[in-house]
Structures are given as C-alpha cells and as structure tokens.
C-alpha cells in the first residue's frame, strides 16, 4: 500500500483484493490519515458480513472501514448479475473530518 495515498485532511480507506473464493473475498486494506497508517485485513462475503481486523485504528476509523467493506460485500451479489466482477481489485474511498 502505497503512502501517496496519505490524505492532508480527513481519512482515506484503500481495500486490495488479495483471494476470491465464489461468495467470499479477502481484502488487505488499509487506512491513511494525515498522521498515520493503520494496516488491516478484511474477510467479506456476499451476504454482506464483513469481518474487519484493524491493528491500532481508532475505533471511529474502524466502524468506517467496516461500514466501506460492509457494502462492498453487499454489493456483490449485484455487480455478479450486472456480468461485473463480483470482487473488484481495488476500492478506495475518503472521508473528510467529522463525517
């Protein structure tokens, strides 16, 4: 994971597909902000459970990340139907501050 990914304000949430297993996905992820890095590992699958392991992340950070790989696992199902990947490679999104 990249540190050019480091946000100036706010937090930044980078999952990395690193498995795929049909209705299962693991995720390496990761969250920036402008002070830290907090590497994590996520295990979702197509139901929308998410297991998210977050070493040191603030719990706000985690909740956030949880709720990011949350919809990705819920969205697979559909992106299945759609003829789309079912588990894209990469998902990155930012959150300002006090979101």
């Given amino acids: 994971m990249s540190e050019s990914l480091r946000p100036t304000t706010g937090a930044r949430f980078h999952l990395e597909r690193i498995a795929e297993r049909g209705a299962a996905a693991s995720y390496r992820a990761a969250i920036y902000t402008p002070d830290a890095t907090f590497e994590a590992t996520a295990e979702?699958?197509?139901?929308?459970?998410?297991?998210?392991?977050?070493?040191?992340?603030?719990?706000?950070?985690?909740?956030?990340?949880?709720?990011?790989?949350?919809?990705?696992?819920?969205?697979?199902?559909?992106?299945?139907?759609?003829?789309?990947?079912?588990?894209?490679?990469?998902?990155?999104?930012?959150?300002?501050p006090g979101r």
């Fill in 44 to 96: 979702l699958t197509d139901d929308g459970t998410a297991t998210v392991t977050a070493s040191g992340a603030p719990a706000e950070l985690h909740d956030m990340l949880c709720m990011q790989a949350k919809l990705l696992a819920r969205g697979a199902p559909s992106r299945r139907t759609d003829g789309l990947a079912a588990w894209p490679q990469r998902l990155l999104r930012w959150r300002g």
